[in-house]
């Protein structure tokens, strides 16, 4: 469940309606927060001294906190000459990509801004990003650590710099078409288009939306402008082994999104399913048990591995669909039934089609193995219904 609550900003002013651009041009700014109390009130401060003299500005924050971050947002926003809302959302789905997309849904404006709460991104490059992508006609626009006049200088520590670089050169190995022209993909500053946004395609976990955003949205055209990493105002980083985890999750959901990608994802689990399997018919007959059960026992094995890895791996977004035990049951079938069909297709290519064994059984593998992918994503997990943009997102009534 989310909350919603709304401070409205003074706009009398007439210097503060001034903009860089045209009126197209005003933003939203999204800010994910987490146990930020100690950083909004700066922040807020940082935006109203650099922003809607030169903007008209809006701020959303979307709030997973446990502490009093909210309170402190909307104190804070009383002084703003901006409207600031919070939704504070009870269950963090999808972590800190999945609120940043709750605030594109609530975002009023054509241009919107991500940045972080804890200070190190200058609100400052705001107009800047969102002028530069009307003069360039651009549908993203990256704050870049990685061009010249950027820097990383506010991350802490040697570790932090080079488990940046190296997550910076997989997602680009990864994706070199998607990412082409994109410097920084492990950016959390960015503005984007609303027409740009495609909520339904996107399947956000952790904190690298950018990623996400560049992969499954596909801006038409994507500029950079440098900036400088700033320190953190206050607290400390919400990085952790945890969230590296689920960003190698993210990675392998992405790079596994279109079929042919997908099916080859299948084949590669598939194989490591052997391990388990061997292992497991070795106990067995090592405990004295005779190889036609053990065999089929121990295929068992590597089926519950090979389910394991596609759950988590291939299928991540489509696990609703089914309870877990339904899902399990399907795929064990399906898997079973591939030992079954096999050795009738054997038969068939050999003595209808005249075929030799070798390339009898090699055909009748890859047979089996199509069905069963094919099988697997139709049976098991089939894909979701519905579509869903961000216009609607909006909540009609908000509680100020």
Sequence with gaps: MTHEYTVPGELGDPDVRAAEVPEPGAVTIVVPTFNESANV????????ESVPSRLPCEVVF???????TPEVIREAARDCPFPVTVLHRDEPVGGLGGAVVEGMKAAGSDWIVVMDGDCQHPPSLVPELVATGERANAGLVVASRYIKGGSRAGLAGS?????????????????????????????????????????DVLQPLGYKILLE????????????????????????????????FRFLRHLAGLRTASPVARMVGFGLIGATGFVPNLL????????????????????????????????????????????????????????????????????????????????????????????????TEALVYLPRRGRGGLDGGRTAGRAV
Excluded: C
């Design 280 to 375: 497991g018919l070795w106990a067995l007959t090592v405990f004295g048990m005779h190889y036609v059960p053990a065999e089929i026992v121990a295929n068992q094995f590597g089926v519950a591995w090979n389910f394991l890895l596609i759950e988590h791996l291939l299928f991540r977004d489509r696990r609703r669909h089914r309870r877990w035990w339904d899902r399990a049951g399907r795929f064990a079938l399906l898997a079973n039934a591939d030992l079954v069909l096999r050795i009738p297709l054997i038969a068939l290519f050999v003595h209808r089609f005249g075929m030799g064994v070798l390339s009898a059984t090699a055909l009748a593998l890859v047979t089996t193995f199509v069905l069963r992918f094919v099988g």
């Design 159 to 199: 570790y932090r710099v080079a488990v940046s670089r190296a997550a910076t050169w997989l997602t680009k190995s990864l994706f070199p078409r998607r990412l082409h022209g994109i410097s920084d993909p492990m950016s959390g500053f960015f503005a984007i288009r609303r027409s740009a946004v495609t909520a």
């Design 213 to 244: 955003l560049a992969v499954r949205s596909r801006p038409r055209r994507v500029t950079e402008v440098p900036f400088v990493f700033q320190d953190r105002f206050a607290g400390e980083s919400k990085s952790s082994a945890q969230e590296g």
């Design 62 to 68: 979307v709030d997973d906190s446990t502490d009093d």
């Design 41 to 48: 009130r700066q922040l807020l401060h940082q935006i109203t």
